[in-house]
């Protein structure tokens, strides 16, 4: 990306990097900014140069301009990188990566489904996680991988219990 990071408009830089309806790694990202500033601010030190902010097979990857030796921000980056690994991409909620055709991203049963539509409009022959060799946590009914509800709903996720599939 061409544009400099701004650490005084630290959302504002994140949203042109991470795009506006991905909330969910949004905040994240822009908590562990906001705490490396501090700590610069604090120690007297520039600010890190953010070259990069993207998402990659599912997983978020902040990339530096240079090398820092700094271990609070080499930490503060990889706890926002784990904590995203376990994050919706849009809305924060408890996920995990989920394959949608050839695509992958990080999103909850609700987005995987609206991802999933979305997809299908374009090639009708997508599904949700159609290579997953895991039965235990995949839904039956659309695929999704993850929290399942057990019991008298059977073995599917909330939205496809919600949708009375």
Same mark, same amino acid.
């Given at each position: 990306m061409t544009d400099r990071f701004d650490y005084d408009d630290i959302r504002g +830089? =994140?949203?042109k990097h991470l795009a506006k309806d991905n909330v969910g790694w949004i905040r994240i990202v822009t908590e562990c900014l906001e705490d490396i500033k501090e700590h610069c601010d604090g120690e007297e030190k520039t600010y890190p140069s953010v070259s990069q902010i993207k998402q990659k097979f599912g997983a978020l990857r902040i990339y530096l301009g240079g =090398?820092? #030796? #700094?271990?609070?921000?080499? +930490?503060s980056l990889e706890d926002a990188v784990q904590k995203a690994g376990r994050s919706c991409e849009r809305c924060g909620n408890v996920s995990r990566?989920?394959?949608i055709g050839a695509w992958y991203a990080n999103l909850c049963c609700w987005h995987a489904h609206e991802a999933a539509v979305e997809r299908s409009e374009k090639f009708p022959k997508i599904g949700l996680n159609l290579r997953s060799k895991s039965a235990t946590l995949q839904c039956r009914s659309c695929g999704y991988l993850g929290q399942i509800a057990w019991g008298v709903s059977g073995h599917r996720c909330p939205a496809c219990v919600s949708k009375g599939w």
């Open positions: +830089s =994140v949203e =090398v820092t #030796d #700094d271990p609070f921000i080499q +930490s990566i989920q394959c």
